[in-house]
């Protein structure tokens, strides 16, 4: 990959350095390397505090990434993948919480019964009140832990190199990048010391991470991170960050697989177990017969766990995102902001970039950048503006990525994608650092909001 190297006179991509605590006041915000590795070794303690930690993980860097890649736009004009990652930390979290916390009914269950009656029964047939949520958060803490660590990274490496560009009057951007591809080939090293086997990063794996935040990082190499973009830039900037974000989706739910195979396996191994022992422990001529044929209808089992799954994908499984509520058995419906029901209620950003009745924004209703294009004709298996969508069963990765594809693509240009997730825990202020210009054109509003958040954490 070759990326220009900038020959002005001030930096590039649209961040102006002024000292070494420009970036450090950006890098304040987010989470080191340290604690990263800290929240995911909590998943194998505290379930309930690791996922938390993990919520607030993405929030911070989603905030932050989000400013970096959008010059200065509050908020910022395109969710990237930690935006919806945040979201679905979210989502699990009633269910680890529900897991490691008081036992009984609770006022959101009546809007979750199928869901409600699934845990009730999980619980009971397994012995065990926390089996499918240690699963969950041990899973997403893995996960974390590689993506958090790609993006922590890559802010520090390119806030670094603009900081060093100051006393050059140029970025060196293909040495930025070589700088971060080096440290993502570390972070195998770091990250396999401390795994078994079984959770081991490979190094196709950091190939393809790689891969996934090349997008992004050619937003700030093409100086398209400014907020005074004209629209053709605006949507070149959209799609690059749609491709980082379909390409960090697929390494993501790749990895996450076996967990999502683990979980939905847990209840029909678990009856099976149960009816098994109660036909087979019986030394009769019938419990025999039984026994044999149990033992032979491996097709039948088959289909009973893809019913199970089935059921478990349409009746119990949803997804927050946003202020929406997403049922993953059905086809995505338009986004609010193109809804005409909604749409007056909306967020007048929103219905800037979104047409009424349309599932695309405008800088997405079509896909000019062929990376882009042929990313998306990877996964995509829907008739377009959201039919064809809906998940039968989350297990199936092609068409788990079609339906998740589709709901980046659609409200990627959603506000309230950035607001704070309500579920995320409050945290010790970060110390105290000097507010510098880490981005260019900072507007007035931003700079005294950001200047009161620095002052509130002293």
């Known amino acids: 990959m070759t990326f220009r190297r900038s020959r002005s006179a001030t930096p590039d991509a649209g961040l102006v350095s002024a000292g070494r605590d420009s970036y450090e006041a950006v890098l304040v915000e987010v989470p080191d390397l340290e604690t990263i590795r800290a929240v995911a070794d909590l998943a194998a303690t505290n379930l309930k505090d690791a996922n938390g930690n993990i919520l607030r993980g993405y929030t911070m860097l989603s905030q932050a990434f989000g400013r970096l890649l959008h010059g200065d736009t509050a908020p910022p004009e395109n969710a990237t993948f930690l935006t919806f990652a945040a979201w679905a930390t979210e989502t699990i979290r009633p269910q680890v919480v529900g897991a490691v916390g008081p036992k009984g009914f609770r006022p959101g269950d009546l809007f979750r019964p199928a869901s409600r009656l699934y845990t009730w029964a999980a619980d009971g047939l397994l012995g065990s009140d926390d089996t499918i949520a240690r ?25 670094e190199g603009i900081d060093e560009s100051s006393r050059r009057g140029s970025v060196d951007w293909q040495a930025l990048w070589a700088k971060y591809s080096l440290r993502l080939k570390e972070m195998q090293t770091t990250l396999n010391a401390q795994r078994d086997a079984s959770e081991a990063v490979e190094p196709s794996d950091v190939s393809v991470l790689q891969r996934a935040t090349e997008p992004y990082f050619s937003v700030l190499s093409e100086r398209m991170s400014r907020w005074d973009l004209d629209h053709i830039q605006r949507k070149q900037r959209a799609e690059l960050i749609l491709l980082g974000n379909i390409r960090m989706l697929a390494y993501e739910q790749k990895r996450i697989q076996p967990v999502l195979r ?15 022992s109660r036909v087979t422990g019986r030394n009769t001529l019938l419990s025999r017969t039984v026994g044999q044929a149990y033992d032979r209808s491996k097709t039948t089992i088959a289909i009973l766990d893809e ?27 338009v986004p609010p902001p193109a809804n005409p029901v909604l749409r007056d209620r909306q967020a ?9 009745g349309a599932f695309f924004p405008y800088d997405l209703q079509t896909l000019t950048h062929r990376p882009t294009w042929a990313e998306w004709q990877l996964y995509d298996r829907s008739t377009s503006e959201g039919a064809r969508t809906a998940v039968d069963n989350w297990l199936r990765y092609g068409e788990r990525l079609s339906f998740l594809v589709n709901l980046f693509r659609s409200r990627q240009q959603v506000t309230s994608l950035y607001d704070t997730p309500r579920s995320t825990p409050s945290a010790t202020p970060p110390r105290p650092a000097a507010l510098g210009p880490a981005l260019e054109h900072l507007s007035d509003v931003t700079k005294e909001r950001l200047a009161n958040s620095f002052r509130g954490s002293s």
């Open 135 to 159: 699963n969950l958060v041990r899973g997403e803490a893995a996960i974390y832990e590689e993506i958090a660590m790609a993006v922590r990274m890559m802010l520090q490496c390119v806030l």
């Open 262 to 276: 683990r979980n939905l396996a847990y209840v029909p191994d678990a009856i099976r177990a149960r009816v098994g």
């Open 307 to 333: 019913v199970f799954q089935i059921a478990a994908t349409r009746n119990v499984y949803s997804m927050i995102v946003g202020t929406e509520e997403i049922r993953l058995g059905r086809d995505l419906p």
């Open 348 to 356: 007048p950003l929103d219905q800037q970039r979104y047409r009424k």
